[in-house]
């Protein structure tokens, strides 16, 4: 248990490097202006999302329910881990959002300002902050 555990935590850390990253790579993208430049950060992105973010965050996912399937009664019990995945399950509708900005850019289509992606980029902190807080505190 502790194996998977610790390789939760790695897929964790891994996917969020690539949450809090992308949306930055979007301001920057959002405010090129020149067709280089632009081209380039597609490349990062693609590759941010296909090669880091979207391989952790399905690992996450598999390893943490195979983490709750160790103790399913105890957790599927607790309020804690109910509030814990309804913010994972955000989460995963945020990387959704993320895909769907990347299909934007990269179909030269991007309506949104860099200051929206700023904000945008806001979010997953606080997702991380409520979901470290459930987790270790376990407030009910």
């Known amino acids: 248990m502790l194996w998977v555990k610790a390789f939760h935590i790695v897929a964790v850390v891994c996917w969020f490097a690539a949450i809090f990253y992308l949306p ?12 280089i430049s632009r081209d380039r950060f597609v490349i990062m992105e693609r590759k941010l999302l296909n090669g880091i973010g979207t391989p952790s965050a399905i690992a996450t996912v598999m390893l943490g329910l195979w983490l709750i399937s160790f103790n399913g009664s105890y957790y599927m ?26 299909f934007d850019f990269r179909a030269g289509s991007n309506q949104r300002s860099h ?17 470290v807080i459930l987790v270790v505190v376990r407030p009910f």
């Open 24 to 35: 930055r790579l979007f301001v920057y993208h959002a405010m090129a202006e020149d067709q």
């Open 115 to 131: 200051v929206f992606f700023r904000y945008f980029n806001e979010f997953p902190v606080l997702l991380l902050i409520a979901i």
């Open 77 to 102: 019990s607790s309020g804690w881990m109910h509030a814990k995945l309804g913010l994972v399950l955000l989460l995963l509708v945020y990387h959704g959002l993320c895909y769907r900005f990347f």
